[in-house]
RNA sequence: GCCAGUGUAGCUCAGUGGUAGAGCAACUGAUUCGUAAUCAGUAGGUCGAGGGUUCGACUCCCUCUGCUGGCUCCA
């Protein structure tokens, strides 16, 4: 699951931008062309350079180029230059078909060791390319006619890359960048890079004071700060309402296990990001990555009837990975995280209900968090594989069905399931239209197998259980980033960390603003209150700043009629309140998790 | 882990080899004030860490470390 750059998922729909059309057909083909301005663009600039592959992906496009010295910043701005110049002359772009041999040759001239390298890979006797001027790539295209046509680009980032996608192998440099068919829509996006730049959860959460990380803590571990934690637990305590409700039994299990449980569970040989085993009295240990083994000692502790299942056990269980440096990303990717984990054992007849109840539980939680848009991927049997055939199919089709049955869209992603077993995967999208996957439900062959599961069926036989994986929120460091950038951290009145502030006017209105704040603790708001000998003005735009729903002002008018006056954040003043009504108006919307203040 | 960039006060950032700076936040005092910043003062830094070059290093070089953008992988 890809969090950051991959986020903003595919749209194969035709969609609107502005006031034109364009299928995604259209942009690919302007994104790569605008690839090959860019590749043209450099080896005008500097020559030797070789060049990689230069691909449309999407919301732009990059090329990867060989060459000793770095691409540095200022070399970027140049290079743009050189493709606006490039784009001003309206080149003509032809394809050429050449024969294989000619191709080569014609690349070998200008030492394109890596495009000989692709021709000779792919083993065609004709060579189709295409040609802009100067400048000639090995292409399937197609592409615009002329170099006209690409003019609102920008270049992005420069980062490395490996060739062919091999660690092992070179690393070439690989520039990005991003095109449109109009200044306007070039504008609308980079804007909206910068939005997201400001509502960076990581920017927020220092600014929020909701938690932070410490350089001698270790990368890619969170602390949770009292605001930060206060909004995980109410997270958590709906999280477990839910369960409860959907018959979930809730389980607490060890942080650490002996490694023989990890061999077992196929762990040690197939998983790369345990971290090193502890060894204390001679027997190794090791930090758990997962929370399976553990549900599935639950479930095995004793003999299982068939009368018991579906069982179904959850745990917000926090496991330990050892992600490697590079990829640590602030609370979207960390060592140490808490899944909203839960294993369901079931007979294959009730497979597809409790698949279908997954999605569905799924789809409520993430709705009632502000997440009503999403696309739903069901990937299917990879050519590498554990289990029977039988057994995937019959899993597959339950999957297929479930959605069916809970009307939900989806696409099939073929041949892109775990090897365990086929999975569905929610992503949802975001208030800036980004994507984030949060929900997996997969099954789980592989793990059933290994633990040798089973219960005893009517027949009084040994049956094996399917083994259902899922995670809805997926991990609950993940989802509070997400929750924060959704919502750039106007988080609705029920998850907010501080619900309500009260600002006394002057000193002689702290007795009764006080009083309030400890009428709203009683009745479960968190609430707090600004004594300090501040005017006004100052306390209201610090509150306003910390982003608290709901500001109430206190001063000689209200102490006497015993009302307040209401502020709602980032919509203003909205007047005196009767605060018995109001609080009962509060406690409302708070229940019902109201994902709006309408008072 | 790899490539590139970056690290100065709690936060945002100035400071190109010669005694470390600003704004905000914090603290102290005055002000008792009606819907997004009252005034004055104080304190706060081994300039990420270690080594080197130099009469002298925040500044130049090396190593390590954190962070950022990617690659690869992932909840």
């Known amino acids: 699951m890809k969090m950051k750059n991959s986020s903003t998922g595919e749209k194969k729909e035709l969609r609107t931008i502005g006031s034109k059309q364009y299928t995604d057909e259209s942009f690919e083909v302007l994104r790569h062309s605008a690839s090959h301005l860019l590749a043209h663009a450099v080896l005008e600039l500097f020559p030797g350079t070789k060049t990689g592959i230069g691909p449309a992906v999407e919301n732009g496009f990059y090329y990867d180029f060989l060459r000793e010295e770095p691409f540095t910043p200022e070399d970027l701005s140049a290079i743009e230059r050189k493709m606006q110049e490039l784009s001003l002359n309206d080149i003509p772009i032809e394809k050429v078909v050449i024969p294989r041999e000619e191709a080569i040759h014609i690349f070998a001239q200008t030492e394109q060791d890596l495009k000989i390298e692709l021709i000779k890979e792919k083993g065609y006797i004709e060579v189709t390319c295409f040609r802009q001027g100067s400048f000639i790539d090995f292409c399937l295209g197609p592409h615009v006619p002329s170099t006209g046509h690409i003019k609102h680009f920008k270049l992005l980032s420069v980062s490395g890359a490996y060739w062919k996608g091999d660690e092992n192998g070179m690393q070439l440099q690989r520039i990005y960048g991003t095109v449109f068919f109009s200044k306007k829509e070039l504008e609308d996006y980079l804007s909206l890079l910068e939005e997201a730049k400001k509502r960076d959860h990581r920017k927020l959460g220092t600014e929020m004071d909701l938690f932070s990380f410490h350089e001698n803590l270790g990368g890619g571990l969170i602390l949770w700060h009292p605001k930060g934690a206060a909004v995980r637990r109410v997270i958590e305590n709906y999280w477990y309402e839910e369960h409860y409700k959907e018959g979930y039994d809730v389980l607490y299990t060890p942080h650490i296990a002996k490694l023989d449980v990890w061999r077992r569970s196929g762990h040690t040989e197939f998983y790369d990001a345990m971290y090193p085993p502890i060894k204390s009295d001679g027997i190794e240990y090791e930090l758990k990555p997962m929370n399976c083994p553990f549900h599935i000692m639950v479930f095995s502790s004793r003999q299982r009837s068939y009368r018991e299942l579906p069982l179904r056990f959850a745990e917000l269980g926090t496991v330990y990975r050892y992600e490697r440096s590079g990829v640590l990303h602030g609370l979207l990717r960390t060592r140490g995280f808490t899944q909203d984990d839960a294993h369901i054992f079931c007979r294959a007849d009730q497979l597809e209900e409790e698949i279908r109840r997954a999605i569905s539980l799924a789809l409520k939680m993430l709705k009632v968090f502000g997440f009503s848009d999403y696309d739903v991927f069901l990937s299917t049997r990879p050519e590498k594989y554990c289990g029977d055939v039988e057994d995937w199919?019959?899993?597959?089709?339950?999957?297929?069905?479930?959605?069916?049955?809970?009307?939900?869209?989806?696409?099939?992603?073929?041949?892109?399931?775990?090897?365990?077993?086929?999975?569905?995967?929610?992503?949802?999208?975001?208030?800036?239209?980004?994507?984030?996957?949060?929900?997996?439900?997969?099954?789980?062959?592989?793990?059933a197998e290994r633990f040798d599961l089973s219960y005893i069926g009517e027949d009084g036989k040994f049956h094996r259980p399917f083994l259902i994986h899922r995670a809805l929120l997926g991990s609950l460091e993940r989802f509070f980033g997400i929750l924060i950038e959704h919502y750039n951290g106007n988080f609705p009145l029920w998850l907010a960390p501080i619900q309500a502030i009260i600002i006394p006017i002057a000193d002689r209105h702290n007795k009764y603003a006080m009083s309030l704040d400890n009428a709203f603790k009683q009745n479960n708001l968190r609430s707090t209150v600004d004594i300090r000998r501040e005017k006004i003005g100052y306390k209201i735009r610090d509150a306003e700043i910390q982003k608290i729903p709901l500001i109430l002002i206190v001063g000689d008018k209200e102490v006497k009629q015993e009302t307040a006056s209401l502020r709602i954040h980032s919509v203003g003043d909205k007047g005196q309140v009767n605060v018995n009504e109001f609080l009962e108006k509060v406690k409302n919307l708070i229940q019902n998790r109201s994902l709006t203040v309408n008072i």
């Open 393 to 447: 199919n019959k899993a597959t089709k339950a999957l297929e069905k479930a959605l069916r049955s809970e009307k939900v869209a989806f696409k099939v992603d073929e041949g892109e399931g775990v090897f365990y077993g086929p999975k569905i995967d929610i992503k949802v999208k975001d208030a800036l239209q980004r994507f984030w996957q949060c929900t997996t439900i997969q099954l789980d062959f592989n793990l």
